[in-house]
């Protein structure tokens, strides 16, 4: 039987200098692999501060999370900075399998994020590209959403696509629906104000990953 495991993700959503500091304090004991989001306000009614001239401690695995309009005016920047994985909205409407061809060149995952409208077979030439597909099952550019859970039928059809492709999940992810995400095929669960709003930010990190590995139906 195949192990069902999960990664839990921090999520870092910073409006300022100051407040990205503050989540990078707060998640620098604990997290190995950390996910940031970025928006423009333009693609989202938010904006939070840009990608250019941030830094993260040393060891730290970076996912940027890209809300644009644009991804090819950002791909440069990113490039530069070397993260781990950068996954843009499919919704954007400009060629990512363009996008991703220039982040893997340089030996960074490319993914792309599906809003709860999207079909994935709309973008199947994208999700062949990707190396990782999020599920994104929240609200733009905010942290402390409800996860709507019938967005995991689309873990199928996207594997039916690209069986090897990572599969993540953003939006509304907390101690009560961990283990059902997890269960329903997801590998990257990114949790925002769950982790981020705790008294203990690292205990509940533990707390979460932990219930990720327990087998059955919560109670």
Known sequence: ?????????????????????????????????????????????????????????????????????????????????????????????????SVFSQLKATGIKAGIALMKPTYPGNVADAIKAADHVLIFAGDLGRQGGRADLLQLEKVPLIKAINPDVEIGWDGGANMQNVRAITHGGVNVINVGSAIAAAGNPAAMFKELSDETDKKGVAL
Do not use: C
């Not at 904006?47 to 950002?74: C, I, N, Y």
């Open 1 to 97: 039987m195949a192990v069902i495991h999960a990664d839990i993700v921090p999520t870092i959503l910073a409006g300022t200098p100051d407040q990205y500091k503050q989540f990078v304090a707060a998640y620098q004991g604990f997290a190995k692999r950390v996910q940031i989001d970025i928006t423009d306000g333009q693609f989202t009614p938010t904006l939070t501060v840009q990608e250019t001239g941030l830094t993260w401690p040393e060891g730290w695995k970076v996912d940027f999370h890209m809300m644009v309009a644009r991804p090819s005016e950002h791909v440069q920047t990113l490039i530069q900075m070397k993260p781990n994985l950068v996954i843009f909205h499919a919704e954007t409407g400009e060629n990512l399998t």
